[in-house]
């Protein structure tokens, strides 16, 4: 996995003109990298990982994924690039709360399914050459086998409802890996978490990133958290700066 | 994991919304699937009804006189006849009234069916003993009306049927003569649905006694076997035949003497002449007999007959009395000119008149005030008839009962009175030999003026004979002009093609296939499946906008589920598509449990009618019907209007970028702009349009009615709808200051003006609309009514009548029977006669299509008096005299009620409608007047003279409008029901009549307020959900109101201002416009507004509405303010 942004910059309309977020960003992130972000509130860390998961748009500069500039793709190619090649944590787990963990867990492979298809092979699928989807059995075998990496497989027919916020977290990791993405895109993951519960959140996200081979850009205000990252960037004034964290 | 699963758990997890969504699309369903069973059982009863009364018959045979019964004898001599048609069952029918001899209780136009053995095969519920002699059997509403049992005795009363016309010389017109009277015995009752005959789709109960046809026949003073009805069974192998089949029948088999017509030869082999037992022949078998002469290349020639009393020679005296004077066309080699006369030499003889001599002919013509007046003319002798002969030919007279068959003139029984001392031996020597022959000539013209001298008919030809001959005779008649085989071969031609010719124009019998028209009429005029699913649309509405809003507010708050779907790699559409198939599967649900609910909704609105609702249906019996079909339509209907809806509601949900769905941000904020000048001068000018319209039509009525109504409803919903809109936006004007609860709760509506118009805009609309429907209801009372242009047209009563009442002198209290105090009163009062004609009612009060309208034949008399509120299609000083215009394209000018015109008939000013009339005849009307709210809604009007031409048969009138004396109303009544007793009256005050009309509006009405509340209130639940559910995602909002200082009464008094705000300002706003709107409608003296119905309605929905946001506020209030502040 390669990212690539160059020259990003991001901004929003307002009645005075327009208020710039992003100014020349430019930032490069790897497989199995580890790039926590951290900055003041309101400076645009979201902002920032929205782009590089094709939430929002860019109003400057390019975004490239395995040089594929995803700036310029089209709905469904952006799909696509959301259900195999990234993989989102918010603060808000944002786990359905009428799907049990499993089915959670299991949501994305029918984003996956539904790119993929036979029949229906979409050009997205192809710029980003996506192997054929799992089997219903596979997939639930998978998800399975994910919930018991992150220590919920005795609690996945339990409704969110019914976890606590770190169990919760746990499964929406679940839920961002299954489809094998190779970038994990986390917007404060522990914002709602207690101390330890945040601390065994972090430790498994980045055990299953090594795992996997998957790269993790993080935004997050603590920077203990932050330490435990490969690199540390600071946001400021529009662009991304090294930091010690 | 796939997107049904998905759905389906949301549906559980979601569960108590979609309880709610479901129950909206239930309750819309329901009212929609409903009201199309409604219509279904209307039809259906209707049907079911029309079969039952029909039993077995399919066709039916009418005769306009009395037809032999022979004429079934004929009609099996065909053989494609008997294969299609197993019975043919001969009935006699007439209408008469009754009175319990134990208790004098008369009622009036009941239908006397004579009977035999046989007629069960036509009629199989006929389950009692066929009556024989003097024993009748009743129907159960007979029965009940006039509280008979079996074994009491009934007095029967009834015209009689005489072919010749009443109101000519031959017409016998005294009480005894005109009608008979039987004591009869109830033998048995027929329960409800065995005893209601009925060849026709009325509606209501049908009134039939039933009794022994040879006794009514003697009743009638008929000596032969007659009928005037043959019923026709299908055979099982006759499915193809129809009323073709019959007619054909009758033209191969059937013969003269069954449409009461004969033709005989002139002794002297001059003519054919075809002659009726009516003495004067009907116009159309006049225009059959001409055309059949034409068809087989024959002459054919008119003769007329009339008695004069005396002829005199005003040059020496001489006189002879009692004589027949012919009128002959030409073609015979009789010439005479208008004001001329011949004699035969009989006459000349006796009279010895020089050529050119003035003889003066006496006669009598008859009047309606049942004396005979006499009159004369002056004719000039110019010779006689037959200078070679004799010149007598009785063969031009026809057969006149009580004359003719009399073997002296001493023995003559005329209906006219006679002097029989004036009666020469001579004359009755040429009585003896010659018996009628006319010793007199004039023009055909002038002996057809003498009969109209004593007739209102003008449109009838007054033709006694129509001659047949080979070729027309030229110069003087010679003896024997044709040869006898001339004769036979043109009796053997024209006979044939007068059959075929009568049959083809419905002369003398008519052919109509009853039960596919009775069928026809019972689809009924009334849409009662649209009409209920309009008086319910507000239900329907309410409950669709009360599910597509709490679909909305479930959306959006599922928006971020969608937000992650996104994320997750779904496409926007794929993303709102598990929601949108939760949405598909609850229109499912809702629209299946509704289409069940539906038919409890449409039964209990059939047992509303049927009770509660009567005056809407009348006597009408209703079931409930259920067609598949129909409940698949509201089923898929209901389904795919909730689904539609529920798309719609969703449908910006998707446009929304996935982050803001994420965060849950479904709305775009938008700024309230500042009131711009254009939006005030708007505001000003709307307003006073409104005013001035307002002013126009109240105080200076320029215009009226419905127009006024909705231009000055909506142009005042509008404009206060924008008042408040303008007030709203004007709460940005000012800063919030001090503890000022009410300016923060304008301000927060402001900031949602447009869910908050959306809101007051729908309550202010629900409310507008029942108010002013409410303000519809009235009563009429006597005060308005007696106004020359109300609907009463100043008559206070309506009379109707059984027999018809041939003598002016029995209305005015000096009828042979009257009560001698009568006369005076009656005498101050204005008593205008219509004709009427049989059919069937107009008015609401009939559920079935009309098949034949009923019509009344208005006099000059009427007209020039004037009155009543008519719209008229072109302008005359008395729109009245638009009646009498001369039809054009042979299309009828006609005047009717304007609702009844509208509403059943389907038709309106100035438009062509086309009746048909109890011979299946069509004829084409224009209604060149309609009348408002007036005393004719069950009837067509036209000229009296139209009328005439349209139905012969009908001479005197059975219906009566009185204007009587100021109060002297209830005398009037009681003298007239008095003297018209024998006449079987029926008196009906005009009030009444128009409050039964208006009693079905009324009913409508009250259905569509009782519908439209229970809308109401779904809707004031549905907004007050919804408003709630807003409520809650702004508990944030309020849980920080609460941490800065405000207590939870703050809270709770904000809630109620913003909500209850809107439900106040959107019911005072509604209230007030409706209140302006309907104001003439108010303060008109013949308003019945339910006051109370709609205060309870309007305070229910406000309390429907409060009491839910109180509820909300005191939950909102005792959140805890940190968990609250801090959850998602």
């Not at chain 2, 006669?363 to 004396?371: H, I, K, R, V």
């Not at chain 2, 039960?515 to 499946?529: E, P, V, W, Y």
């Amino acid at each position: 996995m390669k990212l690539r942004l160059e020259n990003i910059g991001k901004s929003y309309p307002l009645p005075n003109g327009n208020l710039e977020i992003l100014k020349n960003l430019s930032l490069d992130a790897n497989s199995g990298e580890t790039i926590a972000v951290i900055g003041p509130s309101g400076v645009g860390k979201s902002t920032l990982l929205n782009i590089i998961g094709s939430l929002e748009p860019v109003s400057a500069g390019k975004a490239l994924y395995n040089n594929v500039d995803i700036s310029h793709l089209t709905e469904r190619e952006l799909a696509s690039y959301r259900s195999s090649c990234v993989g989102f944590v918010f603060q808000d787990h944002h786990l359905l709360p009428q799907l049990s963990a499993l089915e959670n867990v299991l949501l994305p492979v029918l984003a996956y399914q539904l790119r993929t298809s036979e029949g229906k092979r979409e050009s997205a699928s192809m710029i980003f050459s996506l192997p054929p989807p799992p089997t219903n059995e596979e997939a639930r075998k998978k998800a399975e086998e994910m919930l018991e990496r992150v220590g919920m497989r005795d609690r996945m027919d339990f409704a969110p409802g019914k976890l606590s916020g770190g169990e919760r977290q746990r499964v929406a990791l679940a839920r961002a890996l299954i489809n094998g993405a190779e970038l994990l895109l986390c917007d404060e993951p522990t914002g709602n978490l207690d101390r330890d519960s945040a601390g065994g959140v972090i430790s498994l996200l980045l055990e299953l990133a090594r795992e996997k081979n998957a790269g993790i850009i993080m935004v997050t205000h603590n920077h203990e958290h932050a330490s435990k990252f490969q690199k540390c960037l600071k946001l400021n004034d529009g662009a991304l700066q090294e930091c010690s964290p | 994991m796939n997107f049904p699963r998905l759905s389906w758990k949301g549906i559980l997890h979601y569960r108590a919304t979609g309880l709610l969504i479901c129950l909206g699309i239930l309750i819309a369903s329901a009212t929609l699937t409903g009201s199309l069973v409604v219509g279904d059982s209307v039809r259906g009863s209707l049907r079911e009804t029309v079969l039952r009364r029909l039993g077995n018959i399919d066709v039916a045979i009418f005769s306009t006189n009395l037809a032999p019964v022979s004429l079934t004898d004929h009609l099996d001599a065909s053989s494609k006849f008997r294969q299609s048609y197993s019975h043919i069952v001969p009935v006699l029918q007439v209408i008469g009234n009754a009175v319990n001899l134990n208790t004098n209780q008369i009622l009036p136009r009941i239908n006397l069916i004579g009977i035999r053995s046989d007629f069960p095969l036509a009629y199989p519920s006929f389950r009692a003993p066929i009556p024989h002699e003097r024993d009748v059997v009743v129907n159960e509403t007979v029965a009940n009306v006039l509280n008979l049992h079996v074994g009491d005795a009934l007095m029967l009363h009834i015209p009689s049927m005489s072919a010749v016309p009443t109101d000519s010389l031959f017409g016998r017109r005294s009480k005894e003569d005109a009608a008979s009277s039987l004591r009869v015995i109830v033998s048995a009752i027929l329960p409800k649905n065995e005893g209601d005959f009925s060849l026709t789709a009325s509606t209501g109960s049908t009134e039939d006694i039933y009794i022994s046809r040879e006794w009514l026949r003697m009743l009638i003073g008929e000596k032969e076997d007659c009928a005037n009805i043959f019923l026709l069974v299908k055979s099982a192998s006759g499915e193809d035949a129809d009323a073709a089949t019959v007619k054909s029948a009758l033209e191969r088999y059937a013969q003269l003497s069954d449409f009461g017509l004969n033709v005989t030869e002139n002794t002297d082999h001059r003519y054919l002449n075809l002659q009726t037992d009516s003495i004067v022949m009907d116009n159309k078998v006049v225009q059959a007999a001409r055309e059949a002469a034409t068809d087989c290349g024959a002459y054919s020639t008119l003769s007329s007959i009339y008695l004069a009393t005396q002829v005199s020679n005003t040059q020496n005296k001489n006189s002879l009395h009692y004589l027949v004077v012919a009128g002959v066309g030409d073609g015979l080699g009789i010439s005479c000119p208008d004001n001329e006369i011949l004699l035969n030499s009989w006459a000349y003889k006796r009279l010895l008149p020089k050529l050119g001599a003035a003889l003066n002919v006496k006669f009598l013509a008859p009047d309606w005030m049942g004396t005979y007046e006499p009159r004369s003319l002056t004719l000039r002798y110019s010779g006689l008839t037959d200078p070679t002969g004799e010149g007598y030919d009785d063969g031009l007279v026809p057969t006149v009962p009580g004359i003719t068959d009399e073997e002296s003139i001493a023995n003559w029984n005329p209906p006219f009175p006679i002097n029989l001392g004036v009666v020469t031996p001579d004359d009755e020597a040429y009585w003896n030999t010659y018996r009628a022959a006319p010793k007199a000539f004039a023009s055909l013209d002038t002996v057809k003026a003498m009969w109209l001298e004593g007739s209102m008919d003008s449109m009838k030809q007054w033709v006694t004979g129509v001659l047949a001959l080979p070729r027309p005779i030229v110069g003087k008649a010679a003896h024997s002009p044709f040869t006898a085989q001339e004769m036979e071969a043109l009796k053997a031609t024209f006979i044939p093609a007068l059959l075929h010719r009568l049959v083809e124009d419905n002369a003398g019998l008519s052919v109509l296939p009853v039960r596919q028209l009775a069928l026809n009429a019972a689809n009924g005029s009334t849409d009662f499946g649209g009409l209920f699913l309009g008086l319910g649309f507000f239900l329907v509405i309410a409950s669709l906008l009360f599910s597509g809003v709490l679909m909305r507010l479930s959306g959006e708050r599922r928006a971020s589920e969608a937000g992650v779907l996104l994320a997750l790699g779904f496409s926007p559409e794929e993303s709102i598509r598990a929601i949108k198939l939760e949405g598909a599967m609850l229109s499912l649900f809702g629209a299946l449990a509704g289409t069940g609910v539906g038919v409890a909704y449409a039964a209990f609105t059939l047992f509303l009618l049927s009770t509660k609702w009567r005056g809407a249906i009348g006597d009408t019996h209703l079931d409930l019907h259920l067609m598949l079909s129909s409940l698949f339509l509201g089923f898929f209907l209901s389904f795919f209007i909730a689904f539609l809806s529920m798309l719609f509601s969703l449908g910006r949900l998707t446009k929304r970028p996935a982050l803001r769905l994420l965060r849950g941000e479904t709305q775009e904020i938008h700024p309230v702009k500042k009131v711009t000048f254009a939006e005030k001068a708007t505001q000003t000018v709307v307003l006073a349009l409104a005013l001035a319209l307002f002013v126009s039509s109240t105080l200076f009525k320029l215009i009226s009615g419905a127009e006024s109504f909705f231009a000055i409803g909506a142009l005042l919903l509008i404009a206060f709808l924008n008042g408040v809109r303008i007030l709203l936006k004007r709460q940005y004007d000012r800063t919030i200051t001090g503890s000022n609860l009410r300016r923060l709760a304008l301000r927060n509506l402001s900031a949602g003006l447009l869910p908050s118009m959306a809101a007051i805009g729908l309550i202010a609309g629900g409310v507008f609309v029942l108010i002013a429907v409410a303000a519809n209801v009235r009563v009429y009372h006597q005060g308005g009514l007696l106004s020359k242009t109300s609907g009463t047209g100043g008559y206070s009563l309506i009379v109707k009548t059984t027999l018809p009442v041939n003598s002016g002198k029995t209305l005015m209290g000096e009828g042979e029977s009257a009560n001698p105090q009568d006369a005076p009163l009656l005498r101050q009062c204005r008593i205008m006669p219509f004709l009427e004609s049989p059919g069937d009612d107009i008015s609401c009060l009939n559920l079935a299509a009309p098949e034949h309208p009923r019509l009344l034949g208005v006099s000059r008399a009427f007209m020039n008096a004037d009155g009543f509120d008519i719209s008229a299609n072109s302008y005359s000083p008395n729109p009245w005299n638009l009646l009498v215009a001369a039809p054009k394209n042979n299309i009828i000018p006609a005047f009717a009620d304007s609702d009844s015109a509208e509403w059943i008939l389907q038709s309106g000013l100035g438009q062509t409608y086309e009746i048909t009339l109890p011979n299946g005849e069509k004829q084409k009307i224009r209604f060149e007047g309609l009348l408002k709210h007036s005393v004719f809604a069950s009837e067509i009007l036209i000229s009296e003279s139209n009328f005439r031409k349209l139905f012969p048969e009908v001479s005197y009138p059975r219906y009566f409008l009185v204007q009587t004396p100021p109060g002297g109303q209830d005398q009037v009544s009681n003298a007239l029901q008095r003297d018209l007793a024998d006449y079987g009256v029926q008196i009906q005050t005009s009030r009444d009549f128009l409050n039964s009309i208006i009693a079905v509006q009324n009913t409508y009405i009250s259905a569509f307020l009782a519908l439209g509340g229970i809308g109401l209130l779904l809707g004031a639940a549905g907004l007050i959900a919804a408003l709630l559910l807003n409520a809650w995602r702004r508990r944030k909002e309020f849980a920080m109101m609460l941490a800065i200082g405000f207590d939870k009464r703050d809270v709770v008094t904000l809630l109620l201002l913003e909500y209850g705000g809107i439900l106040a300002i959107g019911l005072l706003t509604g209230t007030v416009t409706a209140l302006i709107a309907s104001y003439p409608e108010i303060i008109s003296s013949d308003a019945r507004i339910n006051w109370q119905i709609i205060l309870i309605t309007l305070a229910s929905f406000l309390v429907a509405g409060i009491l839910p946001c109180l509820f909300a506020g005191k939950h909102i209030a005792s959140q805890n303010i940190p968990i609250a502040l801090k959850e998602e």
